[in-house]
Nanobody
């Protein structure tokens, strides 16, 4: 079983900076895509940023130029650096990994428990 633990969420002022981290542990054979999603109150969960095993990245239009996703394949960790934060970035941020637990296991989605990011003055 793969377990994801997020950290870094907190209250920050508009224009501020935050760095979220997610560590995957447990039975992990290989992780493919690692991503961050977010869900604001009353809204659907949305993709924020994704990075593939070979480093290709995808960003939501709303965060392009402000957020940067990175991963460490050796440590099975993924980070999200968030700059110029806006009140509309307020949400619960979830780590997501597309991984397989063993060589013959199928790939599947794994989710963290979420970390709250609040941008407010």
């Amino acid at each position: 079983q793969v377990r994801l633990v997020e950290s870094g969420g907190t209250l920050v002022r508009p224009g501020g900076f935050l760095r979220l981290s997610c560590a995957a542990s447990g039975s992990i054979y290989r992780t493919e895509a690692m991503a961050w999603y977010r869900q604001a109150p009353g809204k659907q969960r949305e993709l924020v940023a994704k990075v593939t095993y070979d480093g290709r990245t995808t960003y939501a239009d709303s965060v392009k130029g402000r957020f940067a996703i990175s991963r460490d394949n050796a440590k099975n960790t993924v980070h999200l650096e968030m700059n110029s934060l806006k009140p509309e970035d307020t949400a619960v941020y979830y780590c997501n990994v597309w991984a397989k637990a063993a060589m013959l296991s199928p790939y599947r989605d794994y989710w963290g428990q979420g970390t709250q990011v609040t941008v407010s003055s």
